[in-house]
């Protein structure tokens, strides 16, 4: 039986305020909910020891609140759908959503007093109730500017919570769609990454990002079945006039991010014999300049060397 331990509040009694959902409800507990007030999710498991530590910190805030804000947890051993949507990889992970939409997130077991600051953010930044659909584009534009934020500070685990929180939302966000992909690509994940981009609406966007995208893919693609970059420079130590082995040394170096030494191999090789395999050399030194893009460093040096070259 529940009983009310807060009878000074009989209009918001604390279990309206936080509850137990799952995967099924999430749509009707949080969605829906949330355009009533801001709602919380505390994802959790329970062999997780900090999901023990701060949960009664997030009800403690949430009750605290009074209405204006709510909390749902969700097992993820027994609902692991809903997060696995929100690119949740380690809890406990809490999600807000505010208008029918996610507005933020933290990670890991923060203290009570930075739990609060947050629950005060979502709640003054929450749009008011039923609000109308062009707030929700403001909000996903806004969220994709962070996430690509995050991105570009090598914040993966954050810019995934991001782009995930989006998708839920729309999950034909070309932008949120094209930034996962990304994110599983500069994690090392490159089948995840097509996985992703495969979700990709027809037709498919002709800009800048996704063609960088679908040619790093491809450079990674090769240079999966290459042999160790070690390997490879002893080959040239012994035979400098091995191409093959500096074309393999170039797609190598690329895959492990190691821009501009890939360009200046290329650019050797050029010097040694431009019309090797059809300018393969140079062909490939393109591939380069359009996954990296335009204002990459190693663009800009690799198109430095190839002009020196060229019109020398």
């Given at each position: 039986?529940?009983?009310n331990l807060n009878p000074a509040a009989p ?231 091995d191409h093959q082995a500096r074309f393999d ?44 893009g335009a204002r990459d460093a190693a663009t ?13």
């Open positions: 039986m529940n009983v209009s918001a009694p604390p279990v309206a305020l936080v509850k137990d959902s799952t995967d099924r409800a999430f749509k009707a507990d949080v969605i829906d909910a949330s355009l009533e007030a801001p709602v919380l999710v505390d994802f959790w498991a329970p062999w997780c020891g900090p999901c023990r530590s701060l949960s009664p910190n997030i009800e403690k805030v949430v009750k605290e609140k009074a209405g204006k804000i709510r909390l749902v947890k969700i097992n993820i051993d027994e609902n692991p759908s809903i997060a696995g949507q929100l690119g949740v990889q380690s809890i406990p992970a809490v999600f807000a959503f505010a208008g029918g939409r996610p507005v933020d997130a933290f990670l890991g077991n923060i203290p009570e007093s930075e739990v609060r600051k947050f629950a005060d953010k979502v709640i003054a930044a929450a749009p008011p109730a039923a609000a109308g659909a062009g707030s929700l584009e403001a909000e996903i534009k806004n969220a994709v500017v962070a996430a690509k934020e995050a991105l570009a500070a090598g914040d993966l685990g954050r810019a995934a919570q991001i782009f995930g929180m989006v998708l839920q939302s729309q999950p034909e966000n070309t932008e949120a769609i094209l930034g996962m992909a990304r994110v599983y690509l500069k994690a090392g994940e490159p089948e995840q990454a097509q996985a992703v981009l495969d979700t990709l609406p027809d037709p498919k966007p002709k800009g800048d990002d996704y063609a960088s995208l679908v040619a790093a893919l491809k450079l990674m693609s090769e240079a999966a079945e290459l042999s160790e970059i070690a390997e490879l420079e002893q080959k040239l130590e012994r035979h400098p006039d040394l170039a797609l190598a170096l690329n895959a492990e991010g190691k821009r501009i030494e890939a360009a200046e191999q290329l650019v050797t090789l050029m010097k040694r014999d431009r019309s090797w395999s059809d300018d393969a050399a140079r062909k490939k030194l393109l591939d380069f300049f359009e996954a990296w800009l040096r690799g198109r430095r060397l190839l002009s020196a070259l060229l019109f020398s």
